[in-house]
């Protein structure tokens, strides 16, 4: 293929690539900063003049937020609603959409307009926090999960994407007496199988980063979610039961804590994404082929 040095493409390409380097500097600069306070000592904090680099290099942070039994509950909280309502959302969703798309299912069209609707229309923050209510759910780990049950959006994707598979796949495994489960996961996933580790990507950061719900529904300290936890020591400035000297002053200045505290919540999905991320980029690209 040739390519054609035209005025005009070299000054967009130089436009795009200024763009993006100044796009992803100013991503990776405070990003950058917060580990190196993370990583500084105590006076270094004091003092404010923390750059890029770690002054008086320690891991006095990362030691307290490690033995900090509150942090530590609220990573396991985290890490188990992230696991449970990404299973469940995906296969709830999964479970739906081959219903959706099945040809005996009498009513698909009425029950897949009502869904469609619930995308653009939703109850509101006032009914559903009200219904939570009413339905005893307040400070559980349910008023976590239920209230995001069901994606309407995966719902409709994972439909388009079942009724787009080759009809002689499904009917030569129900003449060879495979059941409904069986169709599902040994044939239809398989072949949905980028978009649903899209969908695992989308539902995994969006739970991982859940706070609000925690505002609205919990009051028990153990419930709490990472990143409510995050909340409370950026706008308190210390780690509750945090270590104290004999002066009465925190051990850790409460910088070090909160940018440690910062780095323990996005690290996980960061180390994480790289592996999964083929997965997303070939989710992508099969959700925009149409045909």
Known sequence: MIAYRTPSRIIFQTFNYTFFIVFSISILVPFINALAISLSGYHAAVAGKIGLWP???????????????????????????????????????????????????????VVF??????????????????????????????????????????????????????????ESAEVDGAGEFSMLFRIVLPMVLPMTMAFVIFSAVAYWNEWFGVLLYIRDKSMWTLQFQLREILSRGVLEDQQINPF?????????????????????IIIIYPFVQKYFIHGQFVGAVKG
Request: overall charge neutral.
């Open 113 to 170: 307009t009502y869904l469609l609707i619930t995308m653009f229309f939703s109850g509101g923050l006032i009914p559903t926090y009200l219904l939570v209510l009413s339905l005893g759910l307040d400070n559980t780990y349910w008023a976590l999960i239920l209230p995001g049950l069901v994606n309407p959006f995966y719902i409709i994707v994972y439909k388009n994407m079942i009724d787009r598979l080759p009809k002689e796949l499904m």
């Open 55 to 109: 002054v008086d290099f320690q891991l006095n942070a990362y030691q307290e937020l490690a033995v900090n039994k509150t942090f530590f509950r609220s990573f396991l909280n985290t890490v188990f609603l992230t696991v449970v309502n990404t299973i469940l959302s995906i296969t709830v969703s999964l479970c739906a959409a081959y219903a959706l798309a099945h040809k005996y299912f009498i009513g698909r069209s």
């Open 248 to 268: 009465g002053e925190t051990i850790v200045h409460p910088e070090n804590i909160k940018m440690a505290a910062l780095m323990l919540t996005i690290l996980p």
